[in-house]
């Protein structure tokens, strides 16, 4: 049974009885980077070190501050996750069995169906029927899986154009994407979108269509939302194939590209008049569909209707809080798996299908993977759908205290802001903040003086042109209480530092 209050104690005390040490003050060291750097082996040694000794000089000179945990619950740069104690345990025996899941061999191992059942525990968590996405899989990650998306998309549109054309036989991963767009009398492939990750761009590179083939179609001033007119006009365009990916939410931001079952309802009717593909980046903003309960329902409501898409990408070391590599990728589309990722004529690779389990060689990127399911099998079994929607919601409350105290505070400035009052304000906070100071010289040196605390880790990006700043809350062990002195203490100082040294400037 899960237990809110003394989640965070028990950790501890698990975490003690397990001789690892608890999550701590991890930022890096400067000092010790530039120590780090001078002390690597600069050739391959001929005799090696022995075990003992490189793993030694591993502890001692590469990484002394490492110690067993990721990284501080008062690191907020980029959105990077924490670990659960079950995913951290089960990581190590990962490693330990050292299961190679490629081929579905139901009766030598039981690897296959873990990873199918971890990834139907991860439907389920999202309020996804399982039945309805036959092609999952596990990634190294949200980029693999936008990866993934773009290449069963681009499968898709070409065989509608051609159907269309009477030639359903079309298939680009047989014939490659020239010969199969001549076929299906398609001249330009284009990925429709508003403010996407910037993996996006790349997966387009690597699928073929381009990084030119993304094209925005964001709402002025509100370039987070689509344009459903632009979208319109260009999703008719003749002997044009669309795909539409659907940012939820923005990494800059945590800002969503729908607002709900309609928004998503009027693609679909688009998508399915001009035979278009609807892929999701829900890399971390995924998980709030976690927040059906009050006061968290904005973003929940944000999140109704993906489940018309046709695929989803998902970070699983983000918000999900396993170790790094795990994202993973669903569609509905089970048919076109093998079309794009079917290695063929290798029969010594084929398997029997005990539990209608594809072989997950054959539909994803790799053949040889490491067994990165069970993890989340064990931390979705451990914690539960009410465990992860604790996690989710401390991290959003803390998010939204960071919001506040930056709203309240006449130096600073709250980004974007397209609500009224305070409380449409915050109840718009997912897990990220951003903000700049008002005061653009300092608002220039603003990411640097709170990370020279070396108590708060942030980062910085731009926003209209202008540096600005970026809290982003991943760390399942995030806690309003603990954290938030911490987080004013450090955001004070700066700006009376500031005062102090630039008085009448
Ligand atoms: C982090 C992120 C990605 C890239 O994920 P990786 O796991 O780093 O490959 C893609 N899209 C969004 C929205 C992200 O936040």
């Known amino acids: 049974m899960f237990s809110r209050t003394n989640a965070i104690d028990r950790l501890a005390s698990e975490i003690a009885k397990f001789n690892l040490e608890p999550e701590q003050n991890a930022l890096p060291q400067q000092q010790n980077i530039e120590n780090a750097r001078t002390s690597l082996i600069s050739h391959l040694p001929v005799t090696g070190l022995g075990h003992e000794e490189a793993i030694e000089h591993i502890r001692k000179e590469i990484a002394p501050g490492f110690n067993g945990s990721s990284r501080s619950s008062t690191y907020y740069g980029f959105v990077t996750g924490g670990i659960t104690l079950a995913g951290r345990l089960a990581d190590n025996l990962v490693t330990a069995y050292d299961q190679n899941v490629q081929v579905h061999l139901p009766e030598e191992t ?22 309805d996405w036959g092609h999952r899989t596990f990634t190294t990650g949200a980029t693999a899986s936008n990866v993934l998306g773009l290449a069963c998309a681009r499968e898709h549109v070409i065989v509608e154009a051609a159907s269309a054309r ?18 299906a009398e398609i001249d330009e492939i284009q990925v429709l979108t508003t403010v996407p990750h910037s993996s996006l761009s790349k997966a387009a590179s690597l699928v073929g269509l381009g990084r030119a083939s993304v094209k925005l179609v964001g709402l002025e001033g509100a370039p987070h939302r689509f344009d459903f007119a632009k979208l319109a006009k260009l999703i008719g365009m003749p002997r044009v194939a669309t795909i539409v990916a659907v940012s939820a939410s923005e990494v800059n931001t945590g800002l969503f590209a729908t607002n709900g079952r309609d928004e998503m309802e009027t693609l679909r009717k688009l998508c399915d008049i001009h035979g278009a593909w609807i892929h999701i980046d829900g890399a971390f903003g995924i998980m709030a569909r976690l927040l059906n309960t009050a006061p968290y329902t904005s973003m929940y409501r944000n999140c109704e209707g993906l489940e018309l898409a046709d695929s989803i990408t998902g970070d699983c070391h983000k918000l999900l809080n396993v170790p790094y590599d795990c994202g993973f990728f669903i569609s509905r589309h089970r048919n076109l798996a093998s079309s794009v990722f079917q290695n063929p004529n290798a029969a010594y690779l084929s398997a029997g299908g005990i539990n209608d389990i594809l072989s997950p060689l054959n539909i994803g990127i790799e053949n040889s993977r490491r067994f990165r399911a069970l993890p989340v099998y064990a931390t979705l079994t451990a914690y539960g759908r009410e465990g992860y929607r604790d996690m989710v919601e401390r991290q959003v409350e803390l998010a939204r205290a960071i919001a506040e105290f930056v709203l309240e505070n006449e130096e600073f400035e709250l980004l974007p802001i397209f609500e009224k009052t305070k409380e449409e304000v915050l109840s718009n906070i997912f897990i990220i903040v951003l903000f700049r100071a008002k005061d653009e010289r300092l608002n220039k040196e603003l990411v640097q003086r ?9 980062s910085g990006t731009a926003w209209d042109g202008k540096p600005a700043c970026r809290f982003a809350v991943s760390n399942w062990i995030a806690d309003k209480e603990k954290d938030m002195p911490m987080i004013k203490t450090v955001l004070q100082k700066v700006l009376d530092d500031w005062k102090s040294t630039n008085k009448g400037v």
Not at 113 to 131: G, H, I, Q, T, Y
Not at 450 to 458: A, L, W
């Open 166 to 183: 009477g030639r359903p036989d079309i298939s680009v991963g047989d014939l490659g994407i020239v010969a199969a767009m001549k076929c």
């Open 450 to 458: 709170i990370k020279d605390s070396r108590k708060v880790y942030v």
């Open 110 to 131: 039981i690897a296959t169906e873990v990873e199918d059942r971890a990834l139907s525990l991860l439907c389920e968590l999202l309020d996804f029927n399982p039945e």
